[in-house]
């Protein structure tokens, strides 16, 4: 892994147009009202995590910087606002000049959260902000969801190998960013070529059973997979018969077999029948790895099975269960007037029927107990208490528009173990249940 | 819309990464074996709906279209596959050549599928086919969801308009794709920018919380708002007291106020009270927008409401409760050897523990009632029954690598009024239920 931009099979000359057509309106509207200099402030927060589940995953923070940094307009999208004649032309010229110059601050990468983190902060003028609003979600609310599912696919997992092999379940680019999210989450690879291209995560693959099927028998397929791939590799063992399959399997490829994949049936029985007959033929090494709609759940039944790796698909890249998170890019203080030095004025929608929000500007804490647990999730207006400085969980991402805190995914990944190492025990319980820590607002 | 591509503000120079490692492995593998010519026949089809869904809506054979005629290798492609040593260089070099020349089939968009309805058909040499699997898969399994999801909600909404506008619920390029699935499942407009500049779906947006909470009052808002976007806009009215914006918005606006925006609240009564309120103003012709978490049993119990228009984000691009279909890319028929005169043989996975497939080239059916009703999917291998020989479904769509059959999205969207209108009354009950037809399989 590493930081660098490995290039991707699509190039993303802007992000500009990721982006809500009201963004823009209300742009307009505030330029020809005076308003759309006023400093604001934009958090980024979920007001409940999904059903059951205990802890939510930050993940997508580096994408959201490339949308940031992408997000500028060149001659043919201003042409489309124009010709569409969703902004005037005063808009068009603000926007020509478009770069936002504002700050950013963020949970980091791998970092959790839970209901009312403030897991980003944008600040700057109204109208710099307002626009990032759509694609910033859209990053955090899709690369949260599958990061979550993959951690407690992770904590299922203990020390198996988890391979994301989703890609045919989701769009072909939100498959890319699943990859990502999921590696950050506590997955070891993934089948996505785009992925390990544009990101440098480690990639597998070996074979379908359309390979074997395109052979006049299961043995022609093995011995063409053998002598091409080596016999480090995995043959797929499960497309007539398992037990013949598997004696075929080692008679060719010899005991140094790599590994036998499994991808139907009763995984724990036929798990435990595969593991024996490769030991009695002497295949102490082979591995085996099962596939065949896994999720956190059918991962932890096979905690006993002898099984060394798991690949999981649909029910990762959909967030098993939960393919979206809540997060919302609310407003919570924005300045009195268009003067540079006006102060920020708190703000939030009042009105009846839900929806309510904490209006201010607002740091955020992890308290621990005299053990190193966490036991509170602390958000405030006022002053950071002194017991809570050292526990702040905003990092400065963005400063006067400049990216500041660009880092590896493994960074983010490592961050992801401790941070969930953290949390009380019953984090890692699979069971549905409330946030394993509240979270507590302080003035 | 045209069918033109109008550009995107992502370019796709090559879509051949988004591809699971274990094509290019296998097809490394038959290269070897001297088994990558065997003319070979691969079919997309689903063993089953979502679970209580009566019918499937096929959607994405456009982006299909676009992804083959995009999957090639250029230098920076093959160098990465290289420096991973995912491939050997035999197979590099094979890849430089890649151009697709086979011939697909499917279900034209729009089209309505049940469980084994083949909706596409690859045909080619193995090795030119089964690199296509996982991009076909990606978009499909997408794009399906969403159109599913947009039909069931479209039906619920009758003569209502409905406005997609989950951007910011799913990835970023996800979300152009299920606005362009949302419009042919039977969707009016996006929010999303990007999909209106991509594929000219028509877009729609104006204000939101943040802008009214921006200005000292809520009056301020209004009034900036109709300064700059005229009397015909949508006003955002669930900020802090809905009875008192209304009111105000009409006194602002004018009694030819475009529309009010509901986004909280009990949407049912509120709509009501709102109505009444309108039209005690004078405000006749004043639409009302809701918005807020809906799906299509919130849009069908919003049927006897005041309502003009439904904004649908979350349960739209998450494919309300089924974010993905699943459907498989099989091998169901391969040459006996690379002779190219050799006969094609039905193949089939046939190992225990479910997964069945039926072998064998198909072609796919439809038969109607004397009313003209649909009573059957009917599907085989053999001869085409003569009654059927009109209802068939399979369309041609790329013909020795050339694509044959562009058609714009309008042409899917009536196509798919259509298909629905065919379908027996009982498709349209949200209700958990069978499949509202039948497969039935010839020999």
Redesign the interface.
């Known amino acids: 892994m590493n930081t660098a931009d490995l290039?991707l099979?699509?190039?993303?000359?802007?992000?500009?147009?990721?982006?809500?057509?009201?963004?823009?309106?209300?742009l307009?509207?505030?330029?020809?009202?005076g308003?759309a200099d006023?400093r604001?402030v934009?958090e980024v927060f979920t007001r409940r995590l999904p059903e059951g589940r205990r802890y939510g995953v930050v993940a997508g923070t580096g994408r959201v910087l490339d949308?940031v940094e992408n997000f500028r307009f060149d001659g043919?999208?201003l042409g489309?606002?124009r010709d569409?004649g969703?902004v005037?032309e005063a808009t068009l010229q603000w926007l020509a000049d478009y770069r936002f110059s504002g700050d950013i601050h963020g949970y980091p990468e791998g970092e959790v959260y839970f209901p009312g983190s403030p897991v980003m902060r944008v600040e700057g003028s109204?109208a710099e902000c307002?626009l990032l609003?759509?694609?910033i979600?859209?990053?955090l609310?899709?690369d949260c969801a599958i990061a979550a599912a993959a951690s407690r696919m992770a904590a299922a997992a203990g020390d198996r190998r988890l391979i994301e092999?989703g890609?045919?379940?989701?769009?072909?680019?939100?498959?890319?960013?699943a990859a990502r999210a999921a590696y950050v989450g506590g997955f070891h690879s993934t089948?996505?070529?785009?992925a390990?291209?544009r990101y440098g995560i480690p990639?597998?693959?070996?074979?379908?059973?359309?390979?074997t099927?395109?052979?006049?028998t299961e043995r022609?397929a093995f011995?063409?997979?053998v002598?091409?791939?080596g016999r480090g590799?995995t043959l797929l063992v499960?497309?007539?018969?398992?037990t013949a399959a598997v004696a075929a399997a080692v008679e060719i490829a010899g005991t140094g077999l790599g590994a036998v994949r499994i991808?139907?049936?009763?995984l724990l029985m036929?798990a435990h029948r595969v593991r024996r007959q490769l030991d009695e033929l002497g295949a102490r090494d082979t591995k085996i790895v099962v596939t065949?709609d896994l999720d956190e759940y059918a991962i932890a039944s096979l905690a006993a099975a002898p099984v060394d790796a798991y690949g999981v698909g649909?029910q990762l890249?959909?967030g098993s269960g939960h393919?979206?998170c809540?997060m919302v890019?609310?407003?919570v203080a924005?300045a009195?007037s268009a003067d540079p030095g006006a102060p920020l004025v708190p703000?939030?929608?009042?009105?009846?029927?839900?929806?309510l929000s904490v209006g201010g500007r607002k740091w955020a804490a992890r308290r621990r107990d005299e053990h190193g647990v966490a036991e509170a999730e602390v958000l405030g207006t006022g002053p950071v208490p002194e017991p809570l400085v050292g526990r702040q969980l905003l990092a400065e991402l963005v400063k006067g528009g400049e990216v500041v805190a660009r880092e590896s995914l493994d960074t983010a990944r490592e961050r992801h173990v401790a941070a969930r190492g953290a949390l009380p025990v019953s984090a890692a319980q699979l069971s549905r249940g409330e946030p394993v820590i509240p979270t507590e607002y302080l003035g």
């Open positions: 290039g099979p699509v190039s993303v000359p802007s992000t500009a147009l990721f982006t809500d057509q009201y963004e823009f309106t209300m307009q509207a505030a330029l020809k009202a308003t006023r604001s934009f949308a043919d999208l489309f606002l569409r969703i005037d109204f307002v609003e759509t694609v979600l859209s990053v609310n899709h092999m890609a045919r379940r989701t769009h072909e680019l939100a498959a890319v960013a089948s996505d070529l785009a390990g291209f990639t597998v693959g070996t074979s379908a059973h359309a390979f099927l395109l052979h006049d022609d011995r063409a997979q002598d091409s791939l590799t499960d497309t007539y018969d398992v991808d139907s049936g009763d036929v065949s649909t890249v959909t393919p979206t809540s890019y609310k407003l924005r009195a703000v939030a929608k009042k009105s009846a029927g839900g929806k």
